[in-house]
């Protein structure tokens, strides 16, 4: 036996007991020790980095660590054998890509204001923003010793005078705590009440002069990134806002990854444990901590997230989902409850899951498109959801057209060796000088926050910017020299953003010839899905009205940049718009609207699903994306005429 | 801090820790270690029993311990305190009463007798026995690139065909697996289906080829003794019997206790985990071992229990139901899934509870009278449930009448020294020559069973014999000296039945003029409702035409003898009939058939309740039957004839 001590940055060092040849990253995993593993430990992704601090490890070498790096101790956790007692350190870049939770109470705010403008939207397109809760305060006659009717019956009979309802039953929660509060309040309560079918549901009693908030939550689960809300029910307002890296990521950045673990034993436990116990259940925790609410109090939960996220969340057997002819289990599922998945909420809370369309088009791109609107438009819109998978719907009120491509996890940080989501420290916008080849950032967070790493936006801005001032040339290769230019012992390239000891990093931030090129594989995969999207339908992307943008990249993406590097279609810039987390949007509206909810499955049914993949085109389509912007320079007449005036 | 080592006349020693001055019952109790105590450790039972084998307590002295018992290092768990290291032995007796379960298959037999006449009688009287399970086989086209419809709507799609229905769900369990199942099959599958509304649901899914049985649970909850049966559905044979002792024991013997413990704090989940956990789990566990039957085959639960065992079955704050008005949370709830409670059952197996009248009249009354069938004949019927709580229905077709009065646990072998359940080792029937004194018996058992202790038959026989051969008077003194007849330094008498050398006990097996004065009180509690009841709708005994006796008392009883002593009225012999015990024949006639759910119901809602502690006569007429077997003899004129024959 070998002692493995795991230390952090931050955080108390973990102590883990090791067979001789035992895979480093797998007994990480067994102690719980948060190492990204995007490619889920195959060697590809180079993610997985931990530094030597004392003892050996027997490591493979790779591209990924240059000498001097393996030199200075750095080593891939993934292809790292334990040979004897050794303490590594877990850097914190990992972890701020990772699991970082972030918890706000929200009154107003960027986001606030794009759930407000989705809901105005959605009422102009005729949807009615109302739902089945309601609270009612409920008097009742104390019993005597001649009228012993029983708490339930009792509380019914006075719902039943109060509301003219026939049909009125408690959740078995309700009926464990009904005699104490009734006798704790003088037989004046207040009541919870929903709705199923033609029976009027008690959910909660309280006294009837406490202070009772009615809630919601609307969930957006991605592959990568998890975000939810806090909602009241009966007013809409947004009492609290959290997201965290999703759990599961530990074992494999992609949904493939990801099923392959769950097909094995033991393996839906534990996929379900990590995004509920591990990632939903402390965001709801401290959401409803941040608001002063309890989760007994969260009624109703709308969860939008991908085929595979929902099928892993509710611990489904999801193998058919990535094998031929890719079955779902379900597009929808009426029979989840919150007990049923342990989710900190009320036992009786139904979880409401937007229906997916097929294996990889999920509930995710359903809400998102219920948010967009674009289904009540008779201009031609195409919405485009910037996730681990990128996915696309195009169409108008006539009908809806989608189709996913796999752009890995680069929009959020992932497969850039510095890439991190949206949060603190994250570069999300850049301007590089051309003369002096010096940048200048705007990074996410407070006043004098130092960079920690790239975020999607900040990713599109480099690149666009070494491309637009001729640091790289349109194959993403370095083509000038300088003091910010770096070439490793196999010749690639790097550029550096910013220097260790200006920035909250082990080490300098720089963007290689590597993720400039896992970056353009990724806006290739999305414009050429467009593109064969679009004319499929003998359409040409001038034809486009309106393009929704949506997804983690951050509400600083630089729409002009993005054309720039040939990511989106070379339309006028008025015609983009940025709509944020779509998912989660569209999870908030159908939280609080019935007519939502049936909308939402209208959009699903309606929907058609194209398959790219087993599309002729799309390889040749794909591969002619993969350059800046496109090796065919005319679908770009505007970046040419810049890169050329 | 002390350390005290329990020990066992069978098992592994257990440790404990304790604070100098700890009641050692309440530090049993921590360790979750089974000590008798009825009294809930107020000192007035005597049964928790313990052995000093070294080291001291600080023990108070107590009538219930004889000097030379005292010498011998016997303490009462509940007034002794640990002063230092010690151990003590907890006897066998002890959990021989408690806990001790029993399971068996069952194909044939006396209770499988009294199980098939219960249905018989309840034909006859027009109850249908038919439910809403059924098992489908359904083939389906698996899906292929042209048609990939998700697979639970396939198998809906494919149901739909099958069976007509409009509306069809999936539990969430079956979604979980179905991918699997449909794929290991070759979507050739078995259905388990059930009904709710309007609603076919589909409650298991399984390969077409494979055998499977469609199985429910019959649960009797008593307040010192849990029966259940586990049933095929579709058959209606019973494929396992099981029992113990109730868990909660530990916290009080009766129904007060029990809810004065669950009112502490933690105590509903304390009082629920000790049923549940400790109690049904473990016996579901076994049957479903015992008949090769996985415990997610169970869809459906009938639990007859009285009033305070169902509410503390499912954690309700049951409080008020001691308390002037006495009023229980509920009558009835229909809310409840095996989930909700973590019973070993397919998670969404519905419970359905045999309705309660009042506090003091529950399901287990409700469910015996429904197996009695009085409710269906014209003759006037006496049904008399001898449980902890005694409680009776008078009435025929037109009327039912029911009381309960607090007869204690003596019926079960509680609050009697050598007291047990009517399993292995128990004296189920006695005789003594009158001559010589000497004692004849019958043992529960196989053939060479040793006595451990006297159950309620038992009793009966005991204490029949010994005022038929005028050893104790009518007051159950001792009033002739003989070998077997002992007298302790208080002057209190005692019979001994089996000397320590034939038993399997750890001393002689005796009856008490405690223990007589306790069963005295019983079965006057019984005979003076009788009275009461009878006299207060102007009939008397001699019209009733049929009296049904219930109730764990074992199927030896002997009714002659139990006329003798007072107990039953002195009426023709061939009117009682001894029907097992029908709160759990009941359960499973409800379990077994939707009509007998209905009339169970219908029972419920026309029964009257008489309230006895209330009524002023009560007192008297208890007194007045607190002797052998009457303070009026003119009531039991066949005994009179026979003590003077």
Redesign the interface.
């Given at each position: 036996m070998a002692k493995v001590t795991f230390q952090f940055e931050n955080g108390t060092p973990v102590e883990a007991a090791a067979v001789s040849g035992e895979n480093l990253l797998e007994l990480a995993r067994n102690y719980n020790i948060a190492i990204d593993a995007p490619c889920s430990g195959n060697g590809s992704c180079g993610k997985c980095r931990v530094k030597l601090l004392s003892g050996e490890l027997d490591s493979q070498k790779t591209l990924h660590i240059s000498q001097e790096e393996y030199d200075g101790g750095w080593r891939l956790a993934c292809i790292s054998k334990v040979v004897g007692d050794v303490t590594v350190m877990v850097p914190d870049i990992a972890s701020a890509y990772k699991n970082r939770m972030k918890v706000a109470d929200l009154s107003s705010g960027e986001e606030v204001a794009i759930f407000d403008r989705t809901v105005e939207d959605l009422k102009q397109a005729g949807i009615d923003f109302t739902n089945d809760f309601s609270l009612l305060t409920v008097p009742m006659d104390p019993?005597?010793?001649d009228?012993?009717?029983?708490?339930?019956?009792r509380l019914i009979w006075a719902l039943k005078r109060e509301t003219g309802e026939e049909e009125i039953?408690?959740?078995?929660q309700v009926?464990?705590?009904?005699?104490?509060v009734l006798?704790d309040s003088d037989f004046r309560v207040k009541c919870v009440l929903t709705r199923e079918g033609s029976t009027l549901k008690v959910m909660n009693v309280l006294p009837a002069d406490q202070d009772v908030k009615v809630t919601g939550l609307a969930i957006d689960i991605g592959t990568t990134t998890v975000s939810g809300i806090l909602v009241d029910l009966l007013t809409g307002e947004i009492l609290a806002k959290a997201s965290a890296g999703n759990g599961q990521i530990r074992y494999g950045a992609d949904v493939i990854n990801r099923i392959i673990e769950s097909a094995r034993p033991g393996g839906?436990k534990r996929l379900q444990k990590a995004i509920i116990e591990e990632t939903l259940n402390p965001m709801i925790g401290e959401m409803c901590k941040s608001s002063k609410i309890p989760v007994s109090w969260i009624y109703r939960l709308c969860i939008a997230s991908n085929t595979t996220m929902n099928h892993l969340l509710?611990?489904?057997?999801?193998?058919?989902v990535r094998m031929?002819?890719?079955?779902?289990?379900?597009?929808y599922?009426?029979?989840?409850?919150a007990?049923?998945l342990g989710l900190f909420a009320a036992?009786d809370a139904k979880i409401i899951i937007a229906p997916?369309i097929?294996?990889y088009v999920g509930g995710d791109i359903t809400a998102g498109t219920l948010s967009s609107c674009i289904w009540n438009k008779e201009e031609f819109s195409l919405f485009i959801d910037l996730g681990t998978n990128g996915e696309l719907v195009f169409g108008n009120s006539d009908f809806l057209m989608s189709c996913a491509c796999s752009a890995g996890p680069a929009f959020e940080g992932g497969d850039i060796s510095c890439g991190m989501r949206a949060t603190d420290g994250a570069i999300e916008a850049c301007t590089i000088d051309k003369e002096t080849m010096e940048p200048t950032f705007r990074i996410v967070g407070d006043e004098g926050q130092k960079p920690v790493g790239l975020c999607g936006s900040g990713i599109i801005d480099v690149i666009s910017e070494l491309f637009r001032c001729g640091i790289i040339n349109a194959k993403g290769i370095f083509v000038r020299e300088g003091e910010r230019i770096r070439h490793n012992v196999h010749g690639m390239g790097s550029y550096v953003l910013a220097y260790q000891k200006d920035a909250a990093s082990v080490k300098d931030i720089e963007i290689t010839e590597v993720d400039i090129d896992n970056f353009i594989r990724a806006k290739g995969a999305i414009f050429s899905a467009i593109n064969i999207m679009v004319s499929s339908l003998d359409f040409d992307v001038s034809m486009i009205d309106h393009i929704y943008v949506a997804g983690g990249i951050g509400s600083g993406i630089n729409m002009k940049n993005a054309v720039m590097i040939g990511m989106f279609p070379d339309v006028e810039l008025e015609k983009f718009h940025y709509i944020g987390n779509s998912s989660l949007s569209g999870a908030y509206t159908i939280l609080l609207s019935n007519q939502a909810e049936e909308k939402v499955h209208e959009i699903g049914t309606g929907m058609t699903y194209m398959e790219l993949s087993?599309n002729p085109q799309y390889m040749d389509e794909f591969v002619a994306a993969c350059f800046l912007p496109h090796t065919n320079a005319g679908l770009f007449p505007t970046v040419q005429a810049e890169l050329e005036g």
């Open positions: 019993p005597t010793l009228d012993t009717m029983p708490d339930n019956e039953v408690l959740t078995f009926l464990q705590n009904l005699a104490q006798r839906r509710l611990g489904v057997y999801s193998d058919p031929e002819p890719y079955i779902p289990s379900f597009f599922s009426h029979a989840v409850k007990s049923d036992a997916n097929g294996s087993t």
